[in-house]
């Protein structure tokens, strides 16, 4: 297990191969037997937040070993340590399958307009498709730690999460400051100012998205200008000569993108349930609110709720421990349809 130890401190990773790395990431193995790398890879992602807000403030945050070595926490025994993992870990492998499949379609759309489209003659302008939806007015900062049910784009990678959408449908999201970024969305979502959402008319939003990502060193090299910062330049690339495809070319195209790229969103969606289950679940598994039985005990929990509804059922009132063990005996002795 590694982990950060300066400027982007406390960002946890687990390897699975041979590595090298600089100072600034120092690597862990557990003891045989006490516990694994695993548990504490989720050990550290919920300890995370406390020890970045417990070093933030210095020219440049950074913590050290001796740091990491004296802090103490709760472990419970190696056998429900194991069954920790294997829940949260079941979780990320999902989201982890999702984002292969995601990947691969991503991939297959790309390959499928090259292949239709690539070098064209141009007979419009990408203005002439673009449609533009509402600006937003909500910072990136009012967004970061904030629950709601619809993911929320910015600028950057991360997708963060908003209570309410602001638009509905197939829609693109381009970044406007920094570097070039083109997203593509299917559903209710919510974005931030820094982020220009858009469609585009005649059925064409997947066509105009996959144009622009075949497009991305462009957008990077001529259509991000100014000094310092670099910002999107909209008129300027609202001008770029595009191909536009007939009615039956844009048929054909959509019969096969507009199930993958949904697919997609569709993936997307259930991996932000799943972080949000993992999320809520990892501090009440590590502090021990919550706790996962084995089968045994399972069982055992069933066979005792089904004990004390056939007490309620028969009407029967123990007398003494005596009579409950006789009872229990009884009930144990009885085939599952008498029960």
């Known amino acids: ?31 045989e037997g006490i516990s694994t790398e695993r548990f504490m890879y989720y050990v550290f992602s919920f300890i995370r937040n406390s020890i970045q807000n417990s070093v933030t403030g210095s020219t440049q945050d950074n913590i050290n070993i001796d740091y990491l070595t004296s802090l103490d926490f ?9 069954k920790i993992v294997d829940t949260l870990s079941a979780i990320d492998l999902k989201i982890l399958s999702n984002n292969r499949i995601s990947d ?3 991939q297959m759309s790309i390959t499928t307009y090259m292949h239709l489209f690539y070098d064209k003659e141009s007979n419009g302008k990408l203005g002439d498709i673009l449609i533009e939806n509402p600006k937003s007015n909500i910072q990136v900062g009012e967004a970061e730690g904030k629950s709601g049910d619809y993911p929320f784009f910015t600028s950057g990678d991360a997708i963060l999460r908003w209570t309410n959408p602001i638009v509905d449908g197939r829609n693109i999201l381009l970044n406007t400051g920094g570097n070039a970024g083109v997203k593509f969305y299917v559903g209710k979502t919510a974005y931030s100012t820094d982020t220009w959402c858009i469609t585009a008319k005649d059925n064409m939003e997947d066509y105009l998205y996959l144009l622009l990502n075949s ?27 595009i191909y536009i495809p007939s009615k039956k070319e844009l048929l054909d195209f959509n019969a096969n993108i507009k199930p993958w790229l949904s697919m997609i969103s569709d993936k997307t969606r259930e991996s932000f349930r799943l972080s949000a289950l993992r999320d809520w679940l990892l501090p009440m598994l590590m502090n021990g609110q919550v706790r996962i039985m084995d089968e045994q005990e399972e069982q055992s929990q069933i066979n005792d709720s089904g004990f004390e509804q ?29 029960k």
């Not at 406390?10 to 090298?20: D, F, G, N, R």
């Not at 709760?74 to 194991?82: A, E, G, R, T």
């Not at 100014?226 to 690339?237: A, C, N, V």
């Open 215 to 241: 497009i991305y060193q462009e957008l990077n090299l001529k259509f991000f200008q100014g000094t310092g910062l670099k910002h999107l330049q909209k008129p300027l690339l609202k001008d770029r000569a």
């Open 310 to 338: 056939w007490l309620t059922n028969q009407g029967i009132a123990a007398r003494g421990d005596v009579d409950m063990e006789v009872l229990r005996n009884i009930y144990e002795a009885m085939d599952n349809d008498d």
């Open 1 to 31: 297990m590694c982990i950060t130890i300066a400027a982007n401190i406390a960002e946890t990773a687990l390897l699975s191969y041979p590595m090298c790395f600089p100072d600034s990431v120092v690597g862990f193995r557990a003891y």
């Open 104 to 106: 691969k379609l991503q």
């Open 74 to 82: 709760k472990i419970p025994s190696k056998n429900d340590q194991d």
